[in-house]
Every structure is written in structure tokens, then in C-alpha cells.
């Protein structure tokens, strides 16, 4: 009975050793794979890790590099030129979605997709969107 009991409990630890390796492992590979919680969504982090894998699996030079700052500044200007034009299209596509999802949704969901909608929100304004 005894026996049972200490397989057991070194079965527990054995256990809770794993999750905590997996948990602390986790914490590394986060840590290791965002840099100081910039989102990797975020314009100047996708610039930086695209620049650094065209640098790597192209070869760039260093004037090859600081000739992509350039071509990359104006795509970003007119791409940022091409949404200002179009946001009344945009706003009226998101806005006809948000309908026709309410029109599904009963008094008790709409609340929260309120609020949904309102943490999205937020969360588009601090990422600059």
C-alpha cells in the first residue's frame, strides 16, 4: 500500500516537473521570439524582420540595404495614400458586416460583441492602424 502511495506521489512530481520545464520553456521561446512586446503586426517590426530576411536569404550588401529604405518609405506613402482614398469603402464594408452579424446575435451576445468591437478598437489605435 505504501509502495502505491510513493509510486504515485513520484508520479505527481514527475508530472509537475514536466509543466513547470514546458511553462519556463514557453517563457524562453516568447521572450526570445517578440522583441519588448512589440507586436510582430506592427508596420516598423514586419519592416525590420522583412528587411533582415531579405539581407540573409538574398545577400544584400550594405548599399544594397540602404537602397531598400528608400523603395520600401515609398510603397509604404502610397499604400498609406491608396487606404486614406479608400476609407468611406472600407468603413461601409466593415460597417455592413458588423449588421449583418448583430442580426444573427440575441440581446444577451450583443452586449459583448460591444464591447468586442470596442477592445478591437482600441487595440487598432495603439497599433497606429
Known sequence: MQRNVATWI????????????????????TLNSVDAGVSPHH????RRRYVAELRTRLALTNDQVAR????????????REFMDGHKPELKAIHDDQVKQIRAILTDAQQGEFTKLLDEREKMRQREGR
Request: a neutral charge.
Open 10 to 29: 513520484y508520479l505527481v512530481l514527475l508530472f509537475l516537473g514536466g509543466v513547470a520545464v514546458g511553462a519556463f520553456g514557453l517563457r524562453l521561446y
Open 43 to 46: 508596420p516598423e517590426e514586419f
Open 68 to 79: 531598400l529604405g528608400p523603395i520600401l518609405d515609398e510603397t509604404r506613402k502610397r499604400n
